[in-house]
Nanobody
Framework: QVQLVESGGGLVQAGGSLRLSCAASGRTFSSYAMAWFRQAPEKEREFVAFSGGITYYADSVKGRFTISRDNAKNTVYLQMNNLKPDETAVYYC???????????????????WGQGTQVTVSS
């Protein structure tokens, strides 16, 4: 299974930007669809962005966040612009085999998860 390690989290002020990285081990990274989720304190983990056969974003982040990937580097990125305080959360990357894009919004679709990286947005 592919192993995922997130990095790039930290403290940023509201309106600021941050780029998260998720480095994957494995020679078949390109065969996986990748996603970002986040979990704020006292909240359920929520879908943020997906990169597979399609690229898709949660409504709350459209126009501000960009998911991208570099298959040669086995890395997926999440560029986050104009961050809001309520987006303070642990951000996780996740991977699923790219047989289809079915169910990509659901946590249960993903077989591999990183440990998460903390993003704190100050107001």
């Amino acid at each position: 299974q592919v192993q995922l390690v997130e990095s790039g989290g930290g403290l940023v002020q509201a309106g600021g930007s941050l780029r998260l990285s998720c480095a994957a081990s494995g020679r078949t990274f390109s065969s996986y669809a990748m996603a970002w989720f986040r979990q704020a304190p006292e909240k359920e983990r929520e879908f943020v962005a997906f990169s597979g056969g399609i690229t898709y974003y949660a409504d709350s982040v459209k126009g501000r966040f960009t998911i991208s990937r570099d298959n040669a580097k086995n890395t997926v990125y999440l560029q986050m612009n104009n961050l809001k305080p309520d987006e303070t959360a642990v951000y996780y990357c996740a991977a699923k085999r790219a047989y289809s894009d079915y169910g990509f919004r659901a946590q249960s679709a993903y077989s591999n998860w990183g440990q998460g990286t903390q993003v704190t947005v100050s107001s």
